[in-house]
């Protein structure tokens, strides 16, 4: 029950992975990563949420290229959470996602008020958090648009900014308050935030929003009538094909990237502002990531396999691979597997610039990692060469590959660590540690791993085309495309 | 004939791979490295030489860690230099390799003039080199002990200095004059470099040298006695047992690591200095690279998969993997495939410091790269976990690893490019692309490319300890060490 039996979560899970990279990539965004702590962002998002509402009224909204992996963060597979996952055929971002966890939630409970947060911003002082969104659910059962409000400590151009009307003040709880809003003010310029900052009298959009979601579609019917027409067509298509239709995809990628603040805050009389003092933050670049992690005594953050001479007030995120630096100042350094990012943090917004020259170039480094994960585990690739590939897969106990056939390419595997169960056209047999098995091309076989050992597999592949989309799935335990 | 035809050349070719580091490694240092043009240094130098003295006639001094690379990198195997490179145990600065050249010389050819050069410097002006070694090597005919003097071109502090003689001119030819040398000055400090710069009565000592092997003999006897008895020692030892014995390993592990500079030079009477005007650097850092290498029109020196958006006078030193670098300045990045640098120009003598940690931890990175290079190829790990490891191997045409067993590991091949004659145990066989086989434990093997195709090979190995000393060879093609 906790806060209140009506009230749900909506964890917006569907951001791009530009401005970490090269940690985040466009299949792998900023809320999939563990750049703060053992957890990852939506895992710590969804820890929060959890001290409010249970996780049976926790919903997850996010796209096709990233359902698998925030499914398995979230211990989906084992844990249920599939169900309360919200596919969009593609991000939009958060207008749509919300008018459709909206219209979900309504049809389930006509009373129900949504939590609706980002899944990777970084808060730190969970009570405080709880004590806000307790407020915050009395203030949306009322009918108010609440949004949380950060109190500003630095200029920062890159949040909106809330002022808050002082004299229409809401009942509170404690020292917290609501304010009707007088106005939202777009990211300013620096003079402006300096300004703002002094007044004191403005907050920070932390983009943490209460209301009903019968309210949420009241607004978005006087402001936003077509989206949440287009909206309501995608849910009941959805519903009557069970899944992402060809045509609810045409659809969607016709509606307009909007987010709620235009869509409907700015516009509405029914916003309400609770200030909040539990320390937030976005974590919109490489050197924001220095406001909110612990730092060593020259004020650096240090990650992974680093040796430092002397720097200071520096990023110095690695990992396995050995990164040495010596004295520098003030600056970023990013080390993954397969790219490294080297700028001042003054420049670290323009990590943009970057990803946009490797999107023009079709560059992978932009669009995936050296490992990418699978609901059955991951794989790496390890080599590459005219006409071979060699990989690592990684097979979760428990878990099976779909059973599937390549046209242009066949595969030899040695089993490294664990026992595969293996599936090879009409045979059946089990790989110790150092034997190996010839997939001829053309021929059906699958992997699994029922055991509770992680499996580790080297696949060497041939074959004049090696391309990941050279597979006809024929059965899937994930729910996978099937192609025949 | 060329010169002179008691003219050698001595390529001193023993530098360790501090100062380069991660792009050198300690058994992989600067004469090795391709970091200007298509060549590596010690080819640079090699074809420099041959302006000057035939490959008969060129001797190149080197220890025995990297006698296998400097005599691949000299193509030693295909053409026959090998018999003309000598192996020192370890080590131990110029003069006692100097010493063993002179006395391999002075038997040869009593007439002998040694040519002695480091391996690992950058000179621009091929026609001018030859003009000042011909000069050089008739003072050296003379008695004299010649030195190649460089004029400054600004206050650099890691070099030595050299004072003419002005009254002391010796007949030149053309422009090109020698004078008696009045004084060496050990590396200065700023302000010393600065003045000297400014009086423009002193000389860079470049560390290329003319003598005859007889005369710097001689002047060992008189001012290294016990130096040049136990080289002689050393010499009379390996001559008997035709390499390099543990008697031999331990005499020379106990000679001090001494410069010829501070042995004869900077006490004889018979120093000579040719000032030459072709464009010499020892590189000595990564950021002195900046001023011999082409450079972009920001001031950059750029090699490999680098994305920049506006950095400047930067060292950005790639390769395959891809490093994005934004709006740095004077900064140097050097990334390899498994360590990168990042530092300011201005502390990339620093790095010294970063070896020093690396050697303290016995790190891997300090030592070797992710590729190793073999007589016969090289190999590259690509994976590695808890009792297993990837390696690519690479066999040149017509190259043959050596009969060989191991006690503690099994061995899994794939063939995936080019073709293997294979002995496993009693079986010969060829194996194709896509074909494999398993080597079990303690089992002779052998792998063979007597093709004119380069083989590629996945080796996985399994087994309690993969080190690389688990080794028993029975057989070898490149004279390296049997143990059985």
């Given at each position: 029950m906790k806060i209140n039996s009506h009230l749900y979560a909506v964890i917006l899970a569907g951001g791009s992975g530009t401005r970490f990279w090269p940690l985040s990539r466009e299949l792998y965004p900023k809320q999939l990563l563990r750049i703060l702590g053992d957890q990852t962002l939506i895992q710590q998002t969804l820890r929060r949420t959890l001290s409010c509402v249970p996780t049976s009224r926790t919903f997850v909204v996010t796209n096709r290229s990233q359902v698998d992996m925030v499914t398995m963060q979230l211990g989906g597979w084992e844990r249920g959470i599939q169900e309360n996952i919200v596919v969009e055929p593609e991000g939009r971002n958060t207008a749509p996602a919300i008018a459709m966890a909206a219209i979900k939630l309504v049809v389930q409970d006509p009373a129900a008020v949504m939590l609706v947060l980002p899944a990777d911003h970084v808060i730190k002082g969970t009570r405080k958090?709880?004590?806000?969104?307790?407020?915050?659910?009395?203030?949306?059962?009322?009918?108010?648009?609440?949004?949380?409000?950060?109190?500003?400590?630095?200029?920062?151009?890159?949040?909106?900014?809330?002022?808050?009307?002082?004299?229409?003040?809401?009942?509170?709880?404690?020292?917290?308050?609501?304010?009707?809003?007088?106005?939202?003010?777009?990211?300013?310029?620096?003079?402006?935030?300096?300004?703002?900052?002094?007044?004191?009298?403005?907050?920070?959009?932390?983009?943490?929003?209460?209301?009903?979601?019968?309210?949420?579609?009241?607004?978005?019917?006087?402001?936003?009538?077509?989206?949440?027409?287009?909206?309501?067509?995608?849910?009941?298509?959805?519903?009557?094909?069970?899944?992402?239709?060809?045509?609810?995809?045409?659809?969607?990628?016709?509606?307009?990237?909007?987010?709620?603040?235009?869509?409907?805050?700015?516009?509405?009389?029914?916003?309400?502002?609770?200030?909040?003092?539990?320390?937030?933050?976005?974590?919109?670049?490489?050197?924001?990531?220095?406001?909110?992690?612990?730092?060593?005594?020259?004020?650096?953050?240090?990650?992974g396999n680093i040796v430092d001479l002397g720097s200071e007030n520096s990023v110095l995120f690695g990992n396995h691979r050995l990164v040495a630096t010596i004295g520098l100042k003030d600056m970023v350094i990013v080390d993954t597997p397969d790219a490294t990012l080297v700028c001042p943090k003054s420049r670290a917004q323009d990590v943009k610039g970057v990803v946009d020259i490797l999107k023009k170039r079709n560059a992978r480094e932009q669009l995936e990692h050296q490992s990418v994960f699978r609901p059955w585990g991951s794989y790496t690739t390890l080599d590459a060469g005219d006409g071979y590939k060699v990989k690592r897969l990684t097979v979760r106990p428990g878990a099976k590959l779909s059973l599937q056939r390549h046209r242009k390419r066949r595969e030899h595997w040695v089993v490294v660590r664990g026992k595969a169960k293996v599936t090879c056209g009409d045979q059946r047999l089990e790989l110790t540690i150092g034997q190996s098995l010839d997939i001829p091309k053309a021929i059906n076989h699958r992997i699994e791993n029922p055991w509770p050992e992680t499996l580790e597999i080297i696949e060497v592949q041939h074959g004049p085309y090696l391309g990941e989309d050279d597979i006809v799935r024929l059965q899937d335990m994930y729910g996978r495309e099937i192609r025949s």
């Open positions: 958090f709880t004590e806000a969104v307790k407020l915050g659910t009395k203030f949306a059962g009322d009918g108010h648009l609440v949004t949380l409000g950060i109190r500003p400590t630095a200029p920062e151009t890159g949040y909106g900014y809330i002022k808050p009307n002082m004299r229409q003040q809401l009942e509170g709880q404690g020292t917290l308050k609501g304010y009707r809003v007088r106005r939202f003010i777009e990211k300013p310029d620096v003079p402006k935030a300096r300004t703002m900052l002094r007044s004191g009298g403005y907050l920070w959009n932390s983009g943490i929003f209460l209301w009903k979601a019968s309210s949420i579609l009241d607004e978005l019917a006087l402001y936003q009538p077509r989206l949440l027409r287009v909206i309501r067509k995608v849910w009941r298509l959805q519903n009557n094909d069970a899944g992402l239709s060809d045509n609810v995809i045409k659809i969607y990628g016709q509606l307009p990237s909007m987010p709620i603040d235009t869509a409907v805050m700015e516009q509405t009389s029914k916003a309400v502002v609770v200030p909040v003092d539990f320390v937030w933050s976005d974590i919109g670049s490489w050197s924001a990531l220095g406001d909110v992690a612990s730092k060593t005594k020259a004020g650096n953050v240090v990650n």
